[in-house]
């Protein structure tokens, strides 16, 4: 699954190298040990081809040399390869109103180190990039790739604009992320790359998560507000300034004003946020993380408390109405709740969503872990892309 549609893929002979180099990694990434001859069937490239972009690579140190997955006959030993399990070579951030976590890993997944802060009130612009890089610096550790580094995705609640970028959880407006990159290239760093939670989120449940055998879903990010975005033909689905995000969708022209401007938008009856204020709560939710809170949600709707499954039938409701509406326009073989409000997903999705052919649902798999590991499968999805790093330069944002 690719971050992004490519339509400049195959167009010279530097761009029909990076796609090859990219098709042998995916291959070992989605079966470590594979053989030349096994990644020869699945990419359909010649074995001598294979080999030489083999080589390439465990020169680089991208792979590195492993025990064949498949069952060894008479002969010569299949030469096997994995992807390097020894650099930092990933980074994931997750960015919210009370907690900052930074995870490296090596390559082929294998973590290398985390670290994270939390915060009593929502961070303040300088107060949050300060505290990303720091952490950042303390989980690459000394496990860092020297010049190169590693690749960097931050993952956070809100949306891109010409002038910057605003999130209403974080209460931040037109915010320029360079002073994040600055600090890092003084750690020795390379700049990140900035990209929504939601969108981060849906890409991990579409690479390995819930909708990972499908080529065409819908996720909803449900934390604090309603996110989310769509797998399209095994690609994320990305706006022109943002993801999707479902929450700000206008169900009912005549409801309550969001804070996006809109009325009667998704979220003002599904987020956490608004189920805190209708159980006069959100003094419970704003004391701890929104997995917490949900994880308690679940166990009180799980007792039969009547006021919460209340709120969490109206949430249904609004997810049918949502979800027929998603389904209609995008088509897809799957709906999966995902994110820090996913343990509510039994009160709050329907078997299935959508018209004359409805669509089955399913609870996401990563949690309150689902922006990170987002960012993280993101930033080895772009190491895997142009692994020898041939192409100049790196945005500052990633949408």
């Known amino acids: 699954m690719r971050t992004t549609f490519d339509r400049t893929r195959g167009t010279d002979l530097a ?3 990076r796609e090859n180099l990219h098709r042998v990694l ?16 699945r990419t359909g490239l010649g074995v001598a081809a294979v080999s030489s972009l083999v080589n390439e690579l465990l020169d680089a140190e991208v792979l590195e040399e492993a025990e064949s997955s498949a069952p060894q006959g008479r ?15 990933v980074v994931g951030v997750s960015i919210t109103r009370t907690l900052i976590t930074a995870r490296a890993s090596a390559l082929s997944g294998a973590p290398i180190g985390a670290a994270s802060q939390s915060f009593s009130a929502p961070p303040t612009p300088d107060e949050a990039m300060d505290a990303a890089a720091r952490l950042i610096a303390a989980a690459v550790g000394d496990a860092g790739r020297g010049s ?3 690749r960097i995705v931050v993952a956070v609640p809100g949306a891109w604009a010409s002038t910057g970028f605003g999130g209403i959880e974080l209460d931040w407006q037109h ?4 002073p994040l990159s600055r600090a890092l290239i003084d750690r020795g760093l390379p700049e990140p ?14 690479r390995e998560g819930a909708a990972a055998d499908f080529s065409n879903a819908v996720v909803l990010f449900l934390g604090r507000g309603l996110g989310g975005s769509a797998v399209i033909d095994d690609a994320l689905l990305r706006g022109a300034a943002t993801a999707p995000g479902f929450g700000h969708t206008s169900l009912d022209p005549d409801g309550a004003l969001c804070a996006c401007g ?10 956490l946020t608004q189920f805190a204020a209708k159980l006069e709560e959100t003094d419970d ?31 249904q409701a609004t997810l049918a109405h949502l979800g027929a509406i998603v389904v209609s326009l995008l088509n897809p073989e799957i709906v999966v709740l995902s994110g820090p409000g996913a343990p509510l997903a039994p009160w709050l999705l329907p078997e299935a969503v959508g018209g004359m052919l409805p669509v089955p649902t399913a609870r996401g798999r990563f949690d309150d872990d689902t922006a990170v590991l987002g960012a993280l499968a993101a930033a080895q999805e772009l190491f895997l892309s142009d692994p020898l790093d041939t192409r100049a330069g790196s945005p500052a944002e990633w949408s």
């Open 15 to 17: 761009d029909v190298r």
């Open 26 to 41: 995916e291959v070992v990434r989605t079966e470590p040990g594979s053989s030349q001859n096994d990644i020869s069937a």
């Open 75 to 89: 002969g010569r030993p299949k030469r096997a390869v994995r992807l390097s399990g020894r650099w930092a070579d």
């Open 148 to 150: 190169r580094g590693p």
């Open 175 to 178: 915010v320029d992320f360079s």
């Open 193 to 206: 790359l900035v990209g929504n939670d939601g969108s981060l989120a849906t890409f991990v449940e579409g």
């Open 262 to 271: 809109q009325r009667g938008c998704a979220e003002l009856t599904v987020s």
């Open 285 to 315: 939710l704003d004391g701890s993380q929104p997995a917490e809170y949900a994880r308690r949600l679940a166990e009180r709707a799980g007792d039969g408390e009547p006021r919460v499954l209340d709120v969490l039938a109206e949430a």
